[in-house]
Nanobody, 117 residues
């Protein structure tokens, strides 16, 4: 089993920044895919950013240029640096990890991000 624990969420004013962290523990093995998802009230969960071993990253259009995903393999941690935050970024942010694209993923419990206008 793999456990994922997120931290770093909170309340911030529009234009501010937050950095989310997700630490993986347990049977980590090769978690080649790590990602951040978010779910706003009344909306479906959506992929925000993903990083694959080797460094390939993907972002949804609405966060490109503002968010940066990175990983520290030595510490089994993935980060999401969020800058120029907007009220529409308000959501619960979830960490996801998987051994490969398409394999059964593991999920964290989520961390709330609230951006006030």
């Amino acid at each position: 089993q793999v456990q994922l624990v997120e931290s770093g969420g909170g309340l911030v004013q529009a234009g501010g920044s937050l950095r989310l962290s997700c630490v993986a523990s347990g049977s980590i093995g090769s978690l080649n895919v790590m990602a951040w998802y978010r779910q706003a009230p009344g909306k479906e969960r959506e992929l925000v950013a993903r990083i694959i071993s080797g460094g390939t990253t993907n972002y949804i259009n609405s966060v490109k240029g503002r968010f940066t995903i990175s990983r520290d393999n030595a510490n089994n941690t993935v980060y999401l640096q969020m800058n120029s935050l907007k009220p529409e970024d308000t959501a619960v942010y979830y960490c996801q990890a998987a051994r490969s694209v398409g394999s059964v993923p593991y999920w964290g419990q989520g961390t709330q991000v609230t951006v006030s206008s």
